[in-house]
């Protein structure tokens, strides 16, 4: 499940169920109120491949880890690690 981290610290976060292969943006970022729960900057969506790929496919809903938000990613294209 996709989680909300910022870049500038928390990049490439490692899950301990998912691999993060790519992020996006939220709406607004950087004024955004997605913040990174660890640091309080703000934050990019980290996804899964599952989830990357429904992004890349026009999905802009996505649903977090926790389920108890689910945020709207902007139109810029997703960012993969390469």
Not at 12 to 39: D, F, H, M, Q, S
Not at 66 to 78: E, G, H, Y
């Amino acid at each position: 499940m996709a989680l909300c981290r910022c870049i500038e610290e928390h990049s490439w976060p490692r899950g301990k169920e998912n691999i993060y292969v790519a992020y996006v943006y939220p709406i607004g970022y950087p004024t955004t109120a997605a913040l990174c729960p660890l640091c309080q900057r703000s934050g990019v969506i980290w996804l899964n491949e599952d989830e990357a790929n429904a992004v890349e496919a026009g999905q802009r809903i996505i649903k977090m880890k926790t389920n108890s938000v689910w945020l709207k990613a902007d139109d810029r294209p997703i960012v993969r690690r390469t």
